[in-house]
């Protein structure tokens, strides 16, 4: 099975809306392995899983400077998409870092539970 590994960084630039920073695309599962977040100020941080309905996994997260959460330390605790769907990110300021790592899997071969 081929697998495509990578990783994703983003610090938002804007405040008040959601704003998708990864798109599963055409043909593909996405395996997401770890996701981090670090606060350089007070921020309050939304996260969620798009697949026409919304799962928020971070919900009115109060961080100050400093602060960090984590999602995959273990590594046997991750979130499976399937093509087309999103993780979004809504931030109450731009002081915050995000750090997502996947795997991409073509959905025809995947053996990935779903």
């Known amino acids: 099975m081929v697998t495509t590994l ?3 960084g983003y610090i ?3 405040t008040g809306s959601y704003v998708t920073v990864l798109t ?5 599962h996405c395996k997401l ?5 670090a606060a350089g100020g007070s921020v309050t941080v939304d ?4 697949n026409g309905t919304d799962y928020r996994f971070l919900k009115g997260k ?5 602060d960090i959460v984590e999602f995959g330390v273990s ?3 991750y979130l499976i998409l399937t093509e ?3 993780v979004d990110i809504q931030c109450s300021t731009v002081n915050a870092t995000f750090i997502m790592s996947y795997e991409l899997y073509i959905a025809p071969t995947s053996t990935i539970v779903l």
């Open 84 to 86: 087309g769907e999103t």
């Open 12 to 14: 938002p630039t804007t």
């Open 24 to 28: 599963v695309p055409d043909g593909y």
């Open 6 to 8: 990578g990783s994703k």
């Open 47 to 50: 996260a969620r899983w798009s």
């Open 62 to 66: 109060n961080l100050s400077a400093g």
């Open 75 to 77: 590594g046997n605790q």
């Open 33 to 37: 392995n770890y996701f981090f977040c």
